[in-house]
DNA sequence: TCTCGTATGATTGTATACAATTATACGAGA
DNA sequence: TCTCGTATAATTGTATACAATCATACGAGA
């Protein structure tokens, strides 16, 4: 629990806090931030040009997110992700986009089915012409399709988290040729098995999508630069 | 969760703060608050002696563990969980705890293996004497032990969170004692599996250790009272 | 009686002030 | 030169004060 991840998403955009803690949060996925760098609540505070109090709650909930560590009467340090802590979260992601592909063969909406079918469609265009910007931002909405078709909050938080928690590492992941190519036929074949409601079919095939994602990572050296310890 | 399940626990248990947290927490575990309400700052503040601000920063941790809501100017509600939220987390937990006795087969150490074995022989103690109270705490235990054997922080993060999520609901069902007899056997043959290296097993028995689990409580009606919507 | 607007109170959001803790610099003594 | 203790500065922890927002009560008008 610490939760969970059943934890609420910082909604509130508008108030200080919110502002405060997308801002932080943004930069250090951004890497403005170094790992084990010390964030310093007035120089942040002055830089948005607000009180510490603010800044403050948004560290605590920076901790539970993970991207900060706050050593009581020290300060806040990025915490870091090693190569192993990334093997480990697209082993765990495997078997619950799995689980995600599952119920999404049986939950699935027609909107939902056909606005997959259109997003596959709009990708192999989109790979045939190699725009990769319009292509990872296909890819996460896929994915993002899935999540809500599956018709349950607690995995669609659960999977939202770690895709989130591993966009430090993946960034331009997809940008090979090769790598796209392969990976909107696997998001058809996930798609069609959903469509005849082969929902064995359409678990191993999510399965098997998020370890090739994690293969080619790493024959692709995108893992490495992010060790520590 | 925001994420994700690598946010860190709450630690300095001896700043107000970390106080204030976790005795809300624990309030709301145990029922005390009841689902929909609303916690105000200065009453908890005046209850615990301390002022708001150790309150608000513990209210918005409590937000990310997904235990309370809060709406903007408005106020921190405790939220509830629905059966439906409480089966998808077995079903979840249940892979994730496959994966678990899996790595725990392949990095478990002699230490944790003598803990594991001896867990288990005091819980046929216990279980022949009828002693519900060491056995609660020696099942709790089990399952720790093997979220340390995994040798992954990311894992055992996410797991742990997740048995701390559904303890709201679970706390009395190992007290049947047909439920801890079948456990316990189940328990065994998943340390044997893993002693023996055989992962495969393990991942399986592990898997269906959790269904079992789940399966009986839904048997016995503990789920439905925390029904909400 | 009902509706709606205003006023009042309650509660949260933020800023600031002060206390406690930690880090750093500097100098005395060996 | 090195070590260690003290003083000072910097930073976090908490309390309080004020601003902004929301909820409630009440009364005027229809």
Redesign the interface.
């Known amino acids: 629990?610490?939760?969970?991840?059943?934890?609420?998403?910082v909604?509130?955009k508008?108030?200080l806090?919110g502002r405060v803690f997308n801002k932080i949060r943004e930069d250090i996925l951004n890497g403005r931030y170094k790992v084990k760098e010390e964030l310093r609540e007035v120089a942040i505070g002055e830089e948005m040009g607000v009180s510490r109090?603010p800044v403050?709650?948004?560290f605590?909930?920076l901790?539970?997110?993970?991207l900060i560590?706050?050593v009581?009467n020290k300060g806040a340090y990025v915490t870091g992700i090693t190569a192993?802590?990334v093997r480990?979260?697209y082993?765990?992601r495997s078997?619950?986009e799995?689980?995600c592909a599952r119920w999404a063969t049986e939950n699935i909406s027609k909107e939902q089915m056909e606005e997959m079918e259109e997003n596959i469609f709009l990708s192999e265009f989109h790979a045939s012409k190699g725009h990769a910007e319009q292509m990872a931002e296909l890819d996460n909405r896929f994915h993002e399709i899935m999540y809500e078709a599956c018709n349950?909050?607690?995995?669609e938080?659960?999977l939202?988290?770690?895709h989130?928690?591993v966009l430090r590492v993946r960034k331009k992941t997809l940008s090979t040729q090769t790598r796209s190519t392969a990976s909107n036929a696997e998001h058809r074949k996930i798609m069609e098995a959903i469509k005849e409601g082969n929902a064995d079919m359409a678990e191993q095939l999510a399965n098997r999508h998020m370890i090739n994602a994690y293969e080619n990572m790493v024959k692709n050296g995108f893992i490495e630069h992010y060790e520590e310890e």
Chains 1, 2 share one sequence.
Request: no cysteine; net charge negative; glycine share 4%.
């Open positions: 629990m610490s939760s969970y991840d059943v934890k609420k998403e909604t509130d508008y108030s806090r109090t403050r709650e948004a605590r909930q901790e539970l997110e993970g560590q706050i009581p192993k802590d480990d979260i082993m765990m078997l619950l799995g689980l349950s909050k607690m995995l938080h659960a939202k988290d770690y989130q928690y």
